[in-house]
């Protein structure tokens, strides 16, 4: 099984992403659209929603309701992604188990597990393509 996305960009640095039957932009300037950075903590925010409310299920505190995610992304001096935090408020009474709930999640979410270091990208590149 794979994930595709077909992306173009014409010229700049906007680009136009092709997910199945949906299309996104992403710019990195963020002048257009979301800049890329703002894009990957929008993802991890939105995977981190499911692995919350089945690590809430997993770890028996129950529905959670509604979930916000405020997501903070800290750059370094080479404007590049530092760290991230998530402030995150949820309906649901979880009494003392937002630790384990959240370290449940940690271990479910695809997109958490995806930023690590090691996962870098195999590159082919073609010239005079068009």
Same mark, same amino acid.
């Given at each position: ?54 690590? $809430?299920?997993?770890?028996? %505190?129950?529905? @959670? ?8 992304? #800290? =750059?370094?001096? +080479? ?20 630790? $384990?709930?959240?370290?449940? %999640?940690?271990? @479910? ?8 270091? #090691? =996962?870098?990208? +195999? ?8």
């Amino acid at each position: 099984m794979s994930k595709e996305v077909h992306s173009v960009s014409e010229e700049g640095f906007s680009t136009e992403n092709t997910i199945r039957d949906f299309e996104t932009t992403v710019d990195a300037t963020g002048e257009a659209a979301p800049d890329t950075l703002e894009a990957l903590l929008a993802a991890y925010a939105s995977c981190y929603v499911p692995a919350l409310r089945v690590g $809430a299920e997993q770890r028996q %505190a129950g529905d @959670l309701g509604r979930i916000e995610i405020d997501s903070t992304g #800290e =750059l370094n001096d +080479d404007d590049k992604l530092a760290s991230v935090h998530f402030d995150i408020k949820v309906a649901g009474d979880i009494g003392d188990k937002g630790d $384990a709930i959240a370290e449940r %999640a940690h271990e @479910l979410c695809k997109v958490g597990d995806a930023v690590k270091s #090691e =996962l870098v990208a +195999d590159v082919d590149i073609e010239g005079d393509a068009f």
